[in-house]
């Protein structure tokens, strides 16, 4: 911000000349020379500048050190300011360091955790087998009697060179022997089901021979039925066949009735057959005709005859 030192100045220089004039006496004006009263104020003047003068450099000192400070002051913000960034960026990487060391804290701890459940797991393992091994030991310090028993068998049998052979052969022979009896207890299970079956045969064949002899007595009854269905139904077959040939000759004689009648009535046209020989009912429609104009030749016959005598 700018200083106003002129105004300054004057306002000072103002202050200083009213109060000197306020400490002369009002009483010594009477008796003092002009001359001496003008000195007296050019002095006073004098002493004032130099007053103002020094206060002047009083406070351009105060100033450049004001100045001084307060660019110190701004030095010390920023230094401030870069200490607040370096101090926040240390907050954050130990926020960071610290999370960093909780996390592989905890992954250490599950580890931990793990490796203790691991050991704990190897350690029972170890505990059975260690178990596995006693009882593996007692039960070779019981088998070593058969050990020695096997050897001597080995050196009475020379077919087989290591005790494994003859090991494996009586595994064989005690599993074919397993199977064999396996396979008795079936064949004994199939014949006790097969004795069960046989006696609930036999328990059930008088029931069994008495509904056969009733459903034989229906069967029989069933077909003494269909026997007499047949009988009828032959001989109403016997009776259909006779009236077709019945009305077979009938159509026959029809026919060759209605064939005369076509003949005659051609041979009395004059004309000869135009019709084929099976056509029946072209044949009955040409006799038709032939008695419809006979007819009506006829009635005009008789309508003339009466006629006749009466003229």
Same mark, same amino acid.
């Given at each position: 911000?700018?200083v106003?030192?002129e105004e ?5 220089l103002?202050?200083? !000349? ?14 003092v020379p002009?001359?001496l009263?003008l !000195?007296?104020?050019r002095? %006073?003047l ?6 103002l003068?020094?206060?002047k450099?009083v406070?351009?000192?105060? &100033? +450049?050190? *004001?100045?001084?400070?307060?660019e110190?002051? %701004? ?6 300011k ?18 960093r060391?909780l996390?592989r804290a @905890?992954?250490?701890r ?7 459940v691991?050991?704990?797991?190897l350690?029972t393992? =170890?505990q059975?087998l260690r178990?596995?091994?006693a009882?593996l ?16 068998? *080995?050196?009475?049998?020379?077919g087989?060179q290591?005790v494994p052979? !003859?090991? @494996?052969?009586? $595994?064989?022979?005690?599993e074919?022997?397993?199977? =064999?009896? =396996?396979?008795?207890? %079936? ?6 089901? +097969?004795?069960?079956r046989?006696?609930?045969?036999? $328990? +059930?064949?008088? $029931? ?13 009854e069933?077909?003494e039925a ?9 001989s ?11 009305? &077979? =000759? ?5 026919r ?11 041979q009395?046209?004059?004309q000869p057959?135009? !019709?084929d020989i %099976?056509?029946?009912?072209g044949q ?9 104009d ?13 006629? +006749?005598?009466?003229?």
């Amino acid at each position: 911000m700018a200083v106003p030192w002129e105004e300054y100045f004057r306002l000072a220089l103002q202050e200083k !000349l009213s109060t000197l004039f306020r400490k002369l006496p009002e009483q010594a004006e009477d008796h003092v020379p002009p001359v001496l009263r003008l !000195l007296e104020k050019r002095q %006073e003047l004098v002493d004032a500048d130099q007053a103002l003068q020094a206060q002047k450099e009083v406070f351009r000192t105060k &100033t +450049a050190a *004001l100045k001084q400070r307060w660019e110190q002051l %701004e030095q010390k913000e920023r230094e401030l300011k870069g200490s607040f960034i370096r101090f926040d960026k240390f907050l954050q990487d130990s926020e960071a360091r610290r999370n960093r060391a909780l996390r592989r804290a @905890a992954e250490e701890r599950h580890q931990a955790g793990r490796r203790e459940v691991e050991a704990l797991r190897l350690w029972t393992q =170890l505990q059975e087998l260690r178990r596995e091994h006693a009882r593996l030991q007692r039960r070779l310090k019981r088998l070593e009697p058969c050990a020695r028993l096997l050897e001597q068998a *080995l050196e009475l049998l020379p077919g087989f060179q290591e005790v494994p052979e !003859l090991v @494996a052969r009586f $595994d064989g022979l005690a599993e074919t022997q397993a199977a =064999l009896r =396996l396979r008795e207890r %079936e064949q004994l299970a199939e014949l006790e089901a +097969a004795r069960a079956r046989l006696q609930q045969l036999r $328990d +059930a064949w008088p $029931d069994e021979v008495l509904a056969q002899g009733q459903r034989r007595a229906q069967l029989q009854e069933r077909l003494e039925a269909a026997r007499e269905r047949t009988l009828q139904w032959e001989s109403k077959w016997i009776q259909i066949q006779n009236t077709a040939a019945e009305k &077979t =000759l009938l159509l026959g004689r029809s026919r060759m009735a209605v064939l005369n009648l076509f003949q005659l009535v051609c041979q009395h046209q004059g004309q000869p057959p135009t !019709l084929d020989i %099976e056509d029946t009912e072209g044949q009955l429609e040409h006799v038709k005709l032939f008695m419809q104009d006979l007819s009506a030749m006829l009635a005009g016959l008789g309508q003339a005859e009466p006629a +006749a005598p009466a003229s």
